[in-house]
Protein backbone atom coordinates (compact mmCIF):
# COMPACT_ATOMS: atom_id res chain seq x y z
CA UNK A 1 0.00 0.00 0.00
CA UNK A 2 1.06 3.76 -0.34
CA UNK A 3 0.71 4.53 3.10
CA UNK A 4 0.04 3.10 6.84
CA UNK A 5 -3.06 1.58 7.44
CA UNK A 6 -4.90 0.69 10.51
CA UNK A 7 -7.80 -1.49 11.15
CA UNK A 8 -10.93 -0.91 12.26
CA UNK A 9 -11.32 2.46 11.50
CA UNK A 10 -13.88 2.75 14.78
CA UNK A 11 -13.95 0.74 17.35
CA UNK A 12 -17.15 0.47 20.19
CA UNK A 13 -16.52 -1.54 22.98
CA UNK A 14 -18.28 -2.12 26.32
CA UNK A 15 -16.06 -0.95 29.59
CA UNK A 16 -14.16 -4.28 30.35
CA UNK A 17 -13.96 -5.87 27.25
CA UNK A 18 -10.71 -6.65 25.01
CA UNK A 19 -9.97 -4.77 22.22
CA UNK A 20 -7.26 -5.60 19.14
CA UNK A 21 -6.12 -2.94 17.10
CA UNK A 22 -3.89 -3.55 13.55
CA UNK A 23 -1.09 -1.42 11.97
CA UNK A 24 0.27 -1.83 8.62
CA UNK A 25 2.98 -0.12 8.17
CA UNK A 26 4.40 1.50 4.42
CA UNK A 27 6.30 -1.48 2.94
CA UNK A 28 10.03 -1.95 4.30
CA UNK A 29 9.66 0.27 7.18
CA UNK A 30 11.59 -1.16 9.76
CA UNK A 31 10.53 1.12 12.53
CA UNK A 32 6.28 1.56 13.82
CA UNK A 33 5.38 3.53 16.75
CA UNK A 34 2.31 3.60 18.57
CA UNK A 35 0.67 6.46 19.56
CA UNK A 36 -2.52 7.49 21.83
CA UNK A 37 -4.39 11.24 20.86
CA UNK A 38 -6.65 12.57 23.52
CA UNK A 39 -9.16 15.34 22.83
CA UNK A 40 -7.21 18.59 22.67
CA UNK A 41 -4.25 17.12 23.07
CA UNK A 42 -1.43 16.02 20.22
CA UNK A 43 -0.06 12.42 19.79
CA UNK A 44 1.00 10.68 23.01
CA UNK A 45 3.99 8.24 22.49
CA UNK A 46 3.05 4.82 23.84
CA UNK A 47 5.94 2.35 22.30
CA UNK A 48 8.15 1.67 19.43
CA UNK A 49 9.47 -1.19 17.57
CA UNK A 50 12.59 -1.83 15.61
CA UNK A 51 12.01 -4.36 13.68
CA UNK A 52 10.10 -7.41 15.52
CA UNK A 53 11.23 -5.68 19.22
CA UNK A 54 10.10 -3.50 21.62
CA UNK A 55 12.57 -1.19 21.79
CA UNK A 56 11.16 1.51 24.25
CA UNK A 57 7.64 0.68 25.82
CA UNK A 58 8.16 3.29 28.31
CA UNK A 59 4.37 4.86 27.00
CA UNK A 60 2.47 2.14 27.69
CA UNK A 61 0.40 3.79 30.54
CA UNK A 62 -0.12 -0.16 32.38
CA UNK A 63 -0.29 -3.96 31.80
CA UNK A 64 -3.73 -3.78 30.52
CA UNK A 65 -1.97 -2.42 26.96
CA UNK A 66 0.61 -4.57 24.90
CA UNK A 67 1.95 -4.37 22.10
CA UNK A 68 3.31 -7.06 18.92
CA UNK A 69 5.00 -7.31 15.96
CA UNK A 70 5.87 -10.39 15.45
CA UNK A 71 7.07 -10.84 11.77
CA UNK A 72 8.34 -6.91 11.85
CA UNK A 73 5.77 -5.78 9.58
CA UNK A 74 2.46 -5.37 11.31
CA UNK A 75 1.82 -4.86 14.60
CA UNK A 76 -1.20 -5.24 16.52
CA UNK A 77 -2.19 -2.86 19.58
CA UNK A 78 -3.91 -4.97 22.50
CA UNK A 79 -5.44 -3.42 25.11
CA UNK A 80 -7.35 -5.80 28.06
CA UNK A 81 -10.06 -5.06 30.68
CA UNK A 82 -11.07 -1.58 28.63
CA UNK A 83 -11.77 1.53 30.31
CA UNK A 84 -13.81 4.76 29.70
CA UNK A 85 -10.52 6.58 30.26
CA UNK A 86 -8.88 4.68 26.97
CA UNK A 87 -11.52 6.14 24.91
CA UNK A 88 -8.75 8.10 22.11
CA UNK A 89 -7.57 8.10 18.76
CA UNK A 90 -4.64 5.28 18.42
CA UNK A 91 -2.11 6.34 15.48
CA UNK A 92 0.28 4.33 14.09
CA UNK A 93 3.33 5.42 12.54
CA UNK A 94 6.57 4.02 10.58
CA UNK A 95 9.52 5.19 9.12
CA UNK A 96 12.33 3.76 7.32
CA UNK A 97 14.32 3.66 10.43
CA UNK A 98 15.78 5.29 13.54
CA UNK A 99 15.68 8.86 13.27
CA UNK A 100 13.55 9.22 9.94
CA UNK A 101 10.53 11.02 9.34
CA UNK A 102 7.81 9.23 10.47
CA UNK A 103 4.70 8.44 8.29
CA UNK A 104 1.10 8.13 10.73
CA UNK A 105 -1.92 6.28 10.22
CA UNK A 106 -5.38 7.92 10.08
CA UNK A 107 -5.39 5.99 13.82
CA UNK A 108 -8.55 3.88 15.09
CA UNK A 109 -11.37 5.76 17.43
CA UNK A 110 -11.92 3.80 20.23
CA UNK A 111 -14.91 4.43 22.21
CA UNK A 112 -15.06 2.72 25.32
CA UNK A 113 -18.98 2.99 26.64
CA UNK B 1 3.94 18.52 32.77
CA UNK B 2 4.43 19.58 29.14
CA UNK B 3 7.14 19.76 27.90
CA UNK B 4 6.16 20.88 24.51
CA UNK B 5 3.72 23.78 25.04
CA UNK B 6 1.68 25.81 21.59
CA UNK B 7 -0.36 28.17 24.39
CA UNK B 8 -2.92 29.13 21.23
CA UNK B 9 -5.49 26.94 20.64
CA UNK B 10 -6.90 28.43 17.58
CA UNK B 11 -5.64 30.85 14.90
CA UNK B 12 -7.90 32.78 12.30
CA UNK B 13 -5.98 34.55 9.66
CA UNK B 14 -7.16 36.04 6.10
CA UNK B 15 -6.23 34.36 2.42
CA UNK B 16 -3.04 35.91 1.45
CA UNK B 17 -1.91 37.16 5.20
CA UNK B 18 0.90 35.66 7.25
CA UNK B 19 -0.02 33.02 9.44
CA UNK B 20 2.42 32.36 13.08
CA UNK B 21 2.31 29.53 15.17
CA UNK B 22 4.07 29.23 18.40
CA UNK B 23 5.53 26.55 20.16
CA UNK B 24 7.24 26.60 23.53
CA UNK B 25 9.80 23.92 25.11
CA UNK B 26 11.04 23.16 28.02
CA UNK B 27 13.59 20.23 28.34
CA UNK B 28 16.66 21.63 27.18
CA UNK B 29 17.72 18.11 25.62
CA UNK B 30 15.57 18.71 22.62
CA UNK B 31 17.75 19.17 19.75
CA UNK B 32 15.52 18.34 17.13
CA UNK B 33 11.93 20.41 16.03
CA UNK B 34 9.27 19.07 13.97
CA UNK B 35 5.49 20.55 12.65
CA UNK B 36 2.70 18.02 11.81
CA UNK B 37 0.13 19.15 9.87
CA UNK B 38 -2.89 17.52 10.50
CA UNK B 39 -6.54 17.04 8.93
CA UNK B 40 -9.73 15.54 10.47
CA UNK B 41 -10.14 12.17 10.27
CA UNK B 42 -6.49 11.31 8.62
CA UNK B 43 -3.11 11.28 10.59
CA UNK B 44 -0.38 13.83 11.21
CA UNK B 45 1.79 14.34 7.94
CA UNK B 46 5.41 15.76 8.91
CA UNK B 47 5.93 19.37 7.39
CA UNK B 48 9.04 20.73 8.49
CA UNK B 49 12.31 20.22 10.34
CA UNK B 50 14.76 21.77 12.40
CA UNK B 51 18.16 21.16 14.21
CA UNK B 52 18.85 22.30 16.84
CA UNK B 53 22.12 23.89 15.32
CA UNK B 54 20.48 25.82 12.88
CA UNK B 55 17.74 28.73 13.79
CA UNK B 56 16.41 28.72 10.39
CA UNK B 57 14.88 26.06 7.78
CA UNK B 58 12.33 27.42 4.92
CA UNK B 59 10.69 25.05 2.70
CA UNK B 60 8.58 26.80 0.06
CA UNK B 61 5.52 28.97 1.83
CA UNK B 62 6.95 27.66 4.90
CA UNK B 63 9.80 28.37 7.69
CA UNK B 64 10.40 27.50 10.52
CA UNK B 65 12.55 29.30 12.90
CA UNK B 66 14.44 28.72 16.20
CA UNK B 67 15.38 30.17 19.03
CA UNK B 68 17.42 27.92 21.37
CA UNK B 69 18.06 30.56 24.36
CA UNK B 70 14.22 31.51 24.73
CA UNK B 71 13.57 27.89 23.84
CA UNK B 72 10.85 28.63 21.63
CA UNK B 73 10.24 28.06 17.87
CA UNK B 74 7.85 29.10 15.10
CA UNK B 75 6.31 28.25 11.97
CA UNK B 76 5.62 31.36 9.23
CA UNK B 77 3.23 30.06 6.65
CA UNK B 78 2.92 32.93 3.63
CA UNK B 79 1.28 33.44 2.42
CA UNK B 80 -1.77 31.78 3.68
CA UNK B 81 -4.40 29.69 1.85
CA UNK B 82 -7.54 27.89 2.68
CA UNK B 83 -5.64 24.50 1.85
CA UNK B 84 -3.68 25.64 5.07
CA UNK B 85 -6.77 25.22 7.50
CA UNK B 86 -5.97 22.03 9.89
CA UNK B 87 -4.12 21.76 13.26
CA UNK B 88 -0.74 22.30 13.72
CA UNK B 89 1.14 20.02 16.06
CA UNK B 90 5.16 21.17 17.07
CA UNK B 91 7.49 18.27 17.97
CA UNK B 92 10.51 17.64 19.42
CA UNK B 93 13.28 15.05 19.97
CA UNK B 94 15.90 14.85 22.37
CA UNK B 95 18.45 13.25 19.38
CA UNK B 96 20.00 10.35 20.37
CA UNK B 97 19.93 9.29 22.93
CA UNK B 98 16.01 9.07 22.55
CA UNK B 99 16.60 7.72 19.09
CA UNK B 100 12.79 8.13 17.63
CA UNK B 101 10.91 9.18 21.11
CA UNK B 102 8.92 12.24 19.30
CA UNK B 103 7.16 14.54 22.09
CA UNK B 104 3.96 16.93 20.65
CA UNK B 105 2.53 19.95 21.41
CA UNK B 106 -1.51 20.73 22.04
CA UNK B 107 -2.04 21.74 18.58
CA UNK B 108 -3.15 25.03 17.46
CA UNK B 109 -6.08 25.13 14.83
CA UNK B 110 -5.44 26.97 11.93
CA UNK B 111 -8.08 28.29 10.19
CA UNK B 112 -7.72 30.75 6.90
CA UNK B 113 -10.16 32.56 5.70
CA UNK B 114 -10.98 33.63 1.96
Known amino acids: GAGVSQTPSNKVTEKGKYVELRCDPISGHTALYWYRQSLGQGPEFLIY????????DSGLPNDRFFAVRPEGSVSTLKIQRTERGDSAVYLCASSPGQGETQYFGPGTRLLVL | DQQVKQNSPSLSVQEGRISILNCDYTNSMFDYFLWYKKYPAEGPTFLISISSIKDKNEDGRFTVFLNKSAKHLSLHIVPSQPGDSAVYFCAARAGETSYDKVIFGPGTSLSVIP
Open chain 1, 49 to 56: FQGTGAAD
